[in-house]
């Protein structure tokens, strides 16, 4: 399209020429609305645009506004089919035919919209969406082409061809698109359609997982999620660190931690359910008992073979002896199938052949990674049974968790600033639109938030100064006492209240931290720090690792683990152990932090919590 | 430490100037080692320096070779603590004892190795690895500042502080570190270290997948499936998409397209445990039946109201009414519960009150961000829980999957020709190291294939030409026929041996693809395609998603599916449906297909497969 006639021309006429997306022949509307002259460079061209109706007006011609159209029902010859392809279009006694019908149909509405004169052409004007930014582009279909207008209510797909223009009088949009040619509807059933009401709450959005990223609320989420997941592995490339993929699925029962799920195909396969819940060698027989019986059994056939004088009996003592050996073979092979039953469930005839659970958290894992390729992270679901109804709590989280080798307490904490900060910098200069609308809908502090973070340090303070601190808070009741030690209402309340910034809180006692943090020289408090933001609460955990096989042996001795689960871990420390460190971001408190979102279930795209998981 | 005189100068100072890890007090040793002079420009430079021990061998001071160690049973005395600090470096009457104990423990050894003269200084040449890179740094300990020789065995952390100096007879490295501090050793408990051999298998690495990705094998395809992630994301992300995370955990059963992993907590409830198995009402109690007797009981008791008659009567018909109301509402309750119970399981208790699964899929998930978002992907683990013991089959996987809207199966082919095509590029440059090594050691034609598929377009056959063409194949008997239908055999045998690249198999019959495809205008085929490659199989699996309300309701029906599991899906199309069109790409055949590896267990860090899942 462009000629070479120099950089100058050539950068002018880039700035000119349409953007064809190259998957799909259309032209993506971030890349007419988002441009700096707002698509003005581009009027003139003729593109295919697609997208979803997010509202619309009608106009007659002669340019009398004839106000926004309420959602009518829509006709139900309509709805045998929701994908009308453009055969109106094509065929004029069609589209004559349903103009006739429309009127007929618009006339049985309770709420008539102001009916145009019908001599005079009728445009409708439709803010269309892609997706691809906040802003929609405004389509204009004259009504000689387009399909009945209730049919192109809220939610219905298009996709179509023609011109743009510049709009006469230009307020936030400057250009639009003048449609000539209707290439595909997608009609809404609107029956059925929850979301033709364009203020729905996002509670009532919940219920509706599948269809509410076509709000622009959600759609603004989704894209800040996307920025900061980007972000996330941009600074830990730029930064040398590798992506590992650490198991969804794992064997190490770290209960002791959280609730866990169980994974198991035992509920598939009918003939091993039956097993499932069998118990301990019912009737009492126990394989010690039988062991004697074949002792004893085994010198009685001597005795009888020696004295010669009863066959009968010798008979009868070999059947017994019989049945005794295969009894204390059925015996040893339940007695196996014993030791892998866990809380009266029998684990023998599972996928594992063992009890198998969804991780809670990954770090124990990466860290073999770490103790060989040095700087690691990873980034993918964990997840925690807990029956909490907490908007700050999901039963299926992303993490993001890293790793350091080489690496004390202070570099994790340096680690974890310049990540957020790169965080927050990022959605400020990617999304500045997505941001701004969220601020202007749900929480009108959070550019303000991501401003502070990106520019000013974060509050350090330990354990112990935290709990002085809030001892002298007199304005607020706690539900727990702090006495009792810091729980996460606290823990917020410093960051939300006193601090206003977030806040780190370190070198907590051992007793309220895992028994891999590094114990400190004092002997009672571990190398660990907790980072707490305004909105979102605890946003991340860390610590340095305990790297030494003798302490952390202790430590499991001490809180009474089960220590052959931990066998493959303490490997680390007794081969090539180094000093390590490390954090874990819940990744939708992230989201909460940036958005200023209420509830972490809306956050992301299927929240699953105790009792609610749809689709 | 570099000044300011003149940008040239500025440019030499940038390249001799160490580079310091932000997060860790080191130099990260592809900083030095990788760098196109080798190092060469920082010779002089004082730098710390961390790793695992690699290889080692001792020279005398005179430059008499002593060969290689063999590794040695480290001295019982230091297998009580594993980390060393560098105590012994600083005292030296400690480090004289350590010396004599040292050839005194070497001595017992039964391969003893050519001891040097004592007056003579020795120099322990050690190889050490971050794994920030395939490439090694040599370090030079003398042995009067080194702990004992054996304790520096191969795995053996190290991190020390030195000078960088040139080799004087330098071949494939220029630059070696000479120690002159050791800040820490992390020893190697030699009796239970199983990587002590550098020779093991990788089949024998697999019982060790926390200690594997110190191999050099292991290491490099870390590097490679990080270069490969990362890049997924660099292609999308240019390309306009957006990165949705889709649930792990589903309530859609999808178990008519493979066997599905059940999520539950029953398992972990005591109390629930009971009622795990309960199954229809026991001894035959019928809710019909009770209700009849309630009525026949009310309407006895009326009457013996009017007769007035027999006050023991009432009162007892009147307790009788009681306790049958009190059955039918428990009844009630039981039939309720009843409806969750599925193959004789009673989900009412479960963690999300109904059967819940690990996704097979997300793909069905996905189109729900698609029909808001247009362009969108996800990157995530499936799980299969399948008792397939084959060396291209896990549990649980990574999914690339993508969607487009407004887009046709063409669109869907043409976007993974890209993609893939722009990972292979990324790991001809980024890992041009990590994959000559394993074109050495594991696949010689791995180099080839990616600069292939990275230069050449892929053959593109229907289902129907593919069959024709196996027909014909005589120098190969298949385990299933031809006839009876493609299997993964026929499919592999095609890219292997026939096109010897990758092969585009679409237009499937319909029969043998998911309900969800587009059904093609002969009826009979649908818009699917299939890429397969030499070495991994099938890589991905794509197609045009049935847009038509009417055609995929049909297509469930047909199947005999239930409908209402699918209801959210249908949505979809019912309200603004368009078309559109993605994939699926398994990832760990991708790192197959680079890598060259032979078994799909080695690509990921730790493999589920049946029966086995360590850590």
Same mark, same amino acid.
């Given at each position: 399209?462009?000629?070479?006639?120099?950089?100058?021309?050539?950068?002018?006429?880039?700035?000119?020429?349409?953007?064809?997306?190259?998957?799909?022949?259309?032209?993506?509307?971030?890349?007419?609305?988002?441009?700096?002259?707002?698509?003005?460079?581009?009027?003139?061209?003729?593109?295919?645009?697609?997208?979803?109706?997010?509202?619309?007006?009608?106009?007659?011609?002669?340019?009398?506004?004839?106000? +926004?159209?309420?959602? %009518? #029902?829509?006709?139900? =010859?309509?709805?045998?089919?929701?994908?009308?392809? *453009?055969? /109106?279009?094509? $065929?004029?006694?069609?589209?004559?035919?349903?103009?006739?019908?429309?009127?007929?149909?618009?006339?049985?509405?309770?709420?008539?919209?102001?009916?145009?004169?019908?001599?005079?052409?009728?445009?409708?004007?439709?803010?269309?969406?892609?997706?691809?930014?906040?802003?929609?582009?405004?389509?204009?279909?004259?009504?000689?082409?387009?399909?009945?207008?209730?049919?192109?209510?809220?939610?219905?797909?298009?996709?179509?061809?023609?011109?743009?223009?510049?709009?006469?009088?230009?307020?936030?949009?400057?250009?639009?698109?003048?449609?000539?040619?209707?290439?595909?509807?997608?009609?809404?059933?609107?029956?059925?359609?929850?979301?033709?009401? +364009?203020?729905?709450? %996002? #509670?009532?959005?919940? =219920?509706?997982?599948?269809?509410?990223?076509?709000? *622009?609320? /959600?759609?603004? $989420?989704?894209?800040?999620?996307?920025?900061?997941?980007?972000?996330?592995?941009?600074?830990?490339?730029?930064?040398?660190?590798?992506?590992?993929?650490?198991?969804?699925?794992?064997?190490?029962?770290?209960?002791?931690?959280?609730?866990?799920?169980?994974?198991?195909?035992?509920?598939?396969?009918?003939?091993?359910?039956?097993?499932?819940?069998?118990?301990?060698?019912?009737?009492?027989?126990?394989?010690?008992?039988?062991?004697?019986?074949?002792?004893?059994?085994?010198?009685?056939?001597?005795?009888?073979?020696?004295?010669?004088?009863?066959?009968?009996?010798?008979?009868?003592?070999?059947?017994?002896?019989?049945?005794?050996?295969?009894?204390?073979?059925?015996?040893?092979?339940?007695?196996?199938?014993?030791?892998?039953?866990?809380?009266?469930?029998?684990?023998?005839?599972?996928?594992?052949?063992?009890?198998?659970?969804?991780?809670?958290?990954?770090?124990?894992?990466?860290?073999?990674?770490?103790?060989?390729?040095?700087?690691?992270?990873?980034?993918?679901?964990?997840?925690?049974?807990?029956?909490?109804?907490?908007?700050?709590?999901?039963?299926?989280?992303?993490?993001?968790?890293?790793?350091?080798?080489?690496?004390?307490?202070?570099?994790?904490?340096?680690?974890?600033?310049?990540?957020?900060?790169?965080?927050?910098?990022?959605?400020?200069?990617?999304?500045?639109?997505?941001?701004?609308?969220?601020?202007?809908?749900?929480?009108?502090?959070?550019?303000?938030?991501?401003?502070?973070?990106?520019?000013?340090?974060?509050?350090?303070?330990?354990?112990?100064?935290?709990?002085?601190?809030?001892?002298?808070?007199?304005?607020?009741?706690?539900?727990?006492?702090?006495?009792?030690?810091?729980?996460?209402?606290?823990?917020?309340?410093?960051?939300?209240?006193?601090?206003?910034?977030?806040?780190?809180?370190?070198?907590?006692?051992?007793?309220?931290?895992?028994?891999?943090?590094?114990?400190?020289?004092?002997?009672?408090?571990?190398?660990?720090?907790?980072?707490?933001?305004?909105?979102?609460?605890?946003?991340?955990?860390?610590?340095?690792?305990?790297?030494?096989?003798?302490?952390?042996?202790?430590?499991?001795?001490?809180?009474?683990?089960?220590?052959?689960?931990?066998?493959?871990?303490?490997?680390?420390?007794?081969?090539?152990?180094?000093?390590?460190?490390?954090?874990?971001?819940?990744?939708?408190?992230?989201?909460?932090?940036?958005?200023?979102?209420?509830?972490?279930?809306?956050?992301?795209?299927?929240?699953?919590?105790?009792?609610?998981?749809?689709?």
């Amino acid at each position: 399209m462009a000629s070479e006639e120099g950089a100058g021309v050539a950068a002018r006429q880039q700035q000119q020429s349409v953007e064809w997306f190259k998957y799909s022949k259309r032209v993506v509307l971030r890349s007419i609305v988002c441009r700096e002259d707002k698509g003005l460079g581009l009027v003139g061209e003729r593109v295919v645009v697609g997208g979803w109706v997010r509202s619309r007006k009608e106009k007659a011609g002669k340019g009398v506004s004839v106000s +926004r159209v309420p959602i %009518l #029902e829509a006709p139900t =010859a309509a709805q045998d089919g929701t994908c009308c392809e *453009s055969l /109106v279009t094509r $065929v004029p006694i069609l589209r004559l035919i349903k103009r006739i019908l429309m009127v007929k149909d618009g006339a049985a509405d309770q709420r008539p919209a102001a009916e145009p004169a019908k001599s005079e052409p009728v445009v409708a004007y439709l803010r269309i969406n892609d997706g691809s930014c906040l802003a929609d582009l405004q389509i204009a279909v004259d009504s000689s082409m387009s399909l009945p207008g209730q049919v192109m209510s809220i939610g219905t797909s298009v996709l179509v061809e023609g011109v743009l223009e510049k709009i006469p009088l230009p307020r936030k949009h400057v250009v639009q698109l003048k449609v000539e040619k209707i290439l595909h509807v997608g009609i809404v059933d609107l029956k059925k359609y929850p979301l033709a009401d +364009r203020k729905s709450s %996002l #509670e009532f959005l919940r =219920a509706y997982p599948h269809l509410r990223p076509r709000t *622009s609320i /959600v759609a603004s $989420v989704t894209r800040i999620r996307n920025i900061l997941s980007y972000g996330t592995h941009r600074f830990f490339q730029n930064n040398g660190f590798l992506y590992v993929h650490m198991p969804i699925i794992t064997t190490t029962d770290s209960r002791v931690c959280g609730k866990m799920f169980h994974v198991t195909t035992l509920f598939s396969k009918s003939d091993d359910r039956e097993k499932l819940m069998t118990t301990d060698d019912h009737e009492g027989i126990n394989l010690e008992v039988v062991k004697a019986a074949i002792r004893e059994k085994s010198s009685r056939i001597e005795e009888l073979k020696r004295s010669d004088s009863n066959r009968e009996a010798l008979l009868d003592a070999q059947r017994d002896l019989q049945k005794a050996n295969k009894l204390a073979l059925q015996l040893e092979k339940r007695q196996k199938s014993t030791s892998l039953r866990v809380e009266g469930v029998n684990f023998t005839n599972d996928f594992f052949s063992r009890p198998a659970f969804l991780s809670l958290s990954t770090r124990l894992h990466l860290e073999s990674y770490a103790c060989a390729l040095s700087s690691v992270y990873t980034f993918g679901p964990v997840f925690q049974a807990d029956d909490s109804q907490s908007p700050r709590h999901l039963a299926e989280m992303w993490m993001v968790e890293v790793e350091l080798a080489f690496a004390e307490l202070e570099d994790a904490i340096n680690c974890v600033e310049d990540y957020l900060k790169f965080l927050c910098q990022s959605i400020l200069e990617n999304c500045s639109k997505d941001i701004k609308f969220l601020s202007k809908h749900m929480d009108k502090d959070c550019i303000d938030r991501l401003k502070s973070v990106g520019s000013s340090s974060f509050a350090r303070i330990t354990y112990a100064e935290a709990l002085e601190i809030l001892k002298q808070v007199k304005d607020q009741t706690f539900e727990t006492k702090v006495e009792q030690g810091l729980s996460e209402e606290h823990e917020s309340y410093l960051a939300d209240k006193i601090y206003k910034r977030p806040v780190i809180i370190y070198k907590h006692p051992k007793e309220v931290k895992p028994f891999y943090m590094h114990v400190r020289d004092d002997g009672k408090t571990v190398s660990s720090f907790d980072i707490i933001v305004p909105k979102a609460g605890v946003l991340l955990r860390g610590s340095q690792m305990e790297e030494r096989i003798d302490m952390i042996t202790k430590r499991i001795q001490e809180l009474g683990l089960p220590q052959e689960q931990y066998d493959w871990y303490l490997d680390l420390r007794r081969h090539g152990t180094v000093k390590h460190s490390g954090f874990s971001l819940v990744f939708e408190k992230m989201v909460m932090f940036a958005t200023g979102l209420d509830d972490i279930r809306d956050t992301i795209a299927f929240p699953r919590t105790h009792g609610s998981a749809n689709a």
